[in-house]
């Protein structure tokens, strides 16, 4: 019986091709014995002016019509000309700032080279299925990546000057009016008609006064992930001109006098107080503000890795490892969107003035709080601290510290610094979730 059927199937199968209809017949023949198509003959100078066609070179040269952007939005004729060579004009000032100037390279450096590929013709770097789109797809448009920098910045947090001085979180506090300040700015400059800003927008905008890029990439995906680019560079840039934008502030609310101020030294922290304290941040978030807890709750748990001295393999992973791979990825990420069609418009230039007034509104207010508070405070506080109430750490600290010895050299004020400085953090991020409890 097996052979039977063997010999069954074996007959169907020699069978098959002439069960094709007549027709069926006809098209495979025609198919087997149709003539190639002749060949053309191709000068050189035709070949090298199809390669030609195929260049970026061509495509900056001779911008056509309908031609759209990685993520299919079509582009004018001067965002795929002139408008790329500006942008790699800006892209290599970017360079300049990181490479010669040493401003912020781990961010700016990897910014820089995410918009210099962006902006390539005909690769396509920023679509979908581009290297740049998919990394922005990956953890920008879910904002991962943001809560990734801030785990580990919390890692690498100290709350001890804060706990041992916890009046200097007023400081924080106070540093905040730029984001606020900056939003209301943004929302007059829109209502007269030179740029147009919706609420989301201006919101977005605002939080570049706190001098916190992560915040900034986390609330712009939120609200306005079409200002993307021109936040977070505005955000990382004035974070890297600290120590240029600061101290001539520092200096004109400050007399002499003030800035020579020597401050006591705070009282030592116990180790109990700093593993409490980013639970008691948690339980304060729950109960007033959830909408700011993916940020302090990314926050608290490296910090609170941390301060339990347990788990030392995954706070040094945060503090190197981990922030150093989402750095590459979150810079090359928001580089894709350095666009020349989304950056250079009249709304995005309005983004880098309101930001750089934000960021000196910010400084400004910390700085007269700290005088303020000098003024009733039974122990010396030297308003210079002030200024580091925004959330540009270390950088802002150090920078107070290198103003004050200018002026007395004997005066260490960096630990005294940090307390505001860590306190703005906590504030931006908190301003944050206001911002997004308000918006979204």
């Known amino acids: 019986m097996k052979k039977f059927l063997l010999s069954i199937v074996l007959v169907f199968t020699f069978l098959m091709p002439s069960a094709l209809s007549a027709s069926e017949h006809e098209v495979v023949h025609a198919a087997n014995t149709a003539a190639p198509a002749p060949y053309k003959e191709r000068s050189v100078t035709d070949l090298f002016a199809g390669l030609f066609k195929t260049t970026g070179l061509n495509a900056i040269l001779f911008p056509k019509d309908g031609v759209k952007n990685g993520r299919g939005k079509e582009m004018t004729k001067f965002a795929q000309s002139g408008g790329r060579v500006i942008m790699f004009i800006i892209i290599f000032l970017l360079f300049y700032l990181a490479v010669a100037k040493g401003f912020e390279p781990l961010l700016l450096l990897p910014i820089a080279f995410g918009g210099l590929l962006a902006n390539i013709p005909i690769a396509n770097m920023t679509g979908p299925h581009g290297m740049l789109g998919i990394i922005y797809d990956m953890g920008i448009a879910n904002e991962f990546f943001p809560l990734l920098i801030f785990m580990g910045v919390g890692a690498m947090t100290d709350f001890g000057p804060l706990l041992a001085n916890p009046k200097t979180a007023i400081l924080g506090g106070a540093a905040q009016f730029g984001i606020f300040g900056s939003l209301v700015g943004a929302a007059m400059l829109s209502q007269s008609g030179i740029v147009e800003y919706s609420l989301k927008q201006c919101s977005a905008i605002s939080i570049i006064g706190g001098a916190d890029g992560p915040t900034s990439i986390f609330i712009a995906t939120a609200l306005a992930p079409e200002m993307l680019g021109a ?11 600290v120590p240029v934008i600061q101290p001539p502030i520092m200096k004109a609310l400050t007399t002499e006098e003030e800035r020579k101020i020597k401050m006591v030294t705070g009282r030592q922290v116990n180790k109990l107080e700093k593993l409490l304290f980013p639970l008691v941040i948690i339980i304060l978030i729950t109960l007033l503000l959830p909408d700011a807890a993916p940020l302090m ?50 709304e995005s230039l309005g983004i880098m003035v309101i930001g750089l007034l934000a960021f000196a509104a910010g400084t400004a207010a910390g700085v007269l709080m700290a005088k303020l508070m000098n003024k009733f405070s039974k122990e010396p506080i030297n308003p210079l601290i002030g200024a580091a109430g925004v959330s540009a750490v270390p950088m802002a600290a150090r920078v107070v510290s290198k103003v004050g010895q200018e002026y007395n050299k004997s005066n260490i004020l960096l630990m005294h610094a940090m307390g505001p400085n860590v306190a703005g953090v906590i504030g931006s991020a908190v301003a944050a979730g206001v911002l997004l409890s308000i918006f979204k």
């Open 231 to 241: 936040i977070a560079v505005a955000a990382y840039s004035y974070m890297a001109l």
């Open 297 to 346: 709750g990314a926050f608290a748990f490296g910090n609170f890795a941390k301060e339990s001295g347990v788990v030392d393999r995954l706070s040094n992973e945060m503090q190197n490892s981990l922030i150093n791979i989402v750095t590459i990825f979150l810079g090359l990420g928001v580089g894709g969107t350095l666009q020349a069609d989304k950056f250079l418009v009249a």
